[in-house]
């Protein structure tokens, strides 16, 4: 298996909550490593740079609003296949379609108050990894 970054949101539901704690305990007993990590609160620009992917969709301005609403903890996630490995903890999209144990069926409250972003592919980690943290900031 290959040794991979990932970057993990936690998203304003879930700290409002104050489920951070709960959220990163099953990456880690999924095995992954939290290798970098700060709190903060996103502005409406940083959202809406980071979510430009999204930028023509219907839910867009409503996904900018929710990621600025609150704290968000970024993080680096690391370990064998750490992309598909976080994906499998974090569960679908829609946590009523979500697979039992996983965060979205535990923790979310709805489609877009998901509790958790992750990175859906390793282009994608690098990016949005160097979005949030300078290489110096990633402890090994």
Request: with cysteine.
């Amino acid at each position: 298996m290959a040794t991979e970054r990932t970057l993990s949101i936690i998203k304003p539901d879930a700290t409002r909550r104050n489920l951070t704690g709960k959220v990163n305990s099953k990456f880690e007993a999924a095995g992954l490593r939290i290798v970098a990590q700060k709190r903060l609160r996103l502005t409406r620009a940083q959202a809406e740079a980071f979510y430009e992917v999204h930028r023509s969709r219907p839910f867009f301005d409503s996904l900018c609003t929710f990621m600025t609403s609150g704290p968000v903890v970024v993080q680096v996630l690391e370990g064998d296949n750490a992309v598909a490995k976080n994906r499998e903890v974090m569960g679908a999209t829609d946590p009523a379609k979500a697979a039992p144990g996983t965060v979205r069926k535990e923790l979310a409250e709805s489609i877009e108050a998901n509790s958790v972003h992750g990175s859906d592919s390793l282009d994608n980690a690098a990016k949005e990894i160097a979005f949030f943290f300078a290489e110096t900031e990633i402890v090994r």
